[in-house]
């Protein structure tokens, strides 16, 4: 089976600064890998998504992330936070049609 | 386009009390979902419908049934209301459910069992 650990629940960062969310995969096969994000009171928005294509995948709002296989991590990152990202973030892993496994998410406050 | 829609936005209801949940996508999908979310919980699958006719327990199924009306409607029913089911409910949808398919999600349900 596979599953998710997202490594902080909760990261605060000032506007202007990186921001890095960790996220540690488990997965008996080559996993699908998902970014969504929650703003307040509002239903999930896709971010970004890994397929076994390029391990740096670029998704909206300037954010990244890069698949590691050999450290079974799929970190997010983004150069220089903003007041509008913060929001709650949820890293999420599938396995061909299996439906997806959602971490427990990862709150980012921004700091003006 | 209307996207995923669901109804109601919020509900209260007492111990014991039934109700559905609705749900509907205009997007020609074939996979819907429905999820529940509790603080530091994550989402965690209820039910989902790989495509119309079809139905399968997601990880926390009990106190729970759905219906797959059609392609449009997966509706969601809560029996016999316990406190342990308040929560967020957000109903999904996607094309085939394939690994590739983004989810397309409503803005949720906000449930309290008193």
């Known amino acids: 089976a596979q599953s998710v650990t997202q490594l902080d629940s909760h990261v605060s960062v000032s506007e202007g600064t990186p921001v890095l969310l960790r996220c540690n995969y488990s997965?008996?096969?080559?996993?699908?890998l998902f970014w969504y994000v929650q703003h307040p009171n509002k239903g999930l928005q896709l971010l970004l998504k890994?397929?076994?294509?390029?391990?740096l995948v670029k998704g909206i709002n300037g954010f990244e992330a890069e698949f590691k296989k050999s450290e079974t991590s799929f970190h997010l990152t983004k150069p220089s936070a903003h007041m509008s990202d913060a929001a709650e973030y949820f890293c999420?892993?599938?396995?061909?049609?299996?439906?997806?496994?959602f971490g427990k998410g990862t709150r980012l406050s921004v700091i003006a | 386009n209307a996207g995923v829609t669901q109804t109601p936005k919020f509900q209260v209801l007492k111990t014991g009390q039934s109700m559905t949940l609705q749900c509907a996508q205009d997007?020609?999908?074939?996979?819907m979902y429905w999820y529940r979310q509790d603080p530091g919980m994550g989402l965690r699958l209820i039910y989902y419908?790989?495509?119309?006719?079809?139905?399968d327990k997601g990880e926390v199924p009990n106190g729970y049934n759905v219906s797959r009306l059609n392609k449009r409607e997966f509706s969601l029913r809560l029996e016999s209301a316990a406190p342990s089911q308040t929560s967020v409910y957000f109903c999904?949808?996607?094309?085939?459910?394939?690994?590739?398919?983004?989810?397309?999600f409503g803005s949720g349900t906000q449930l309290s069992v008193l």
């Open positions: 999904a949808s996607s094309g085939s459910g394939g690994r590739n398919e983004k989810l397309f």
């Open positions: 999420v892993v599938t396995r061909g049609n299996t439906p997806l496994v």
């Open positions: 890994y397929t076994s294509a390029a391990t």
């Open positions: 997965s008996s096969y080559s996993p699908s």
């Open positions: 419908s790989a495509s119309e006719g079809t139905t």
């Open positions: 997007m020609n999908h074939n996979s």
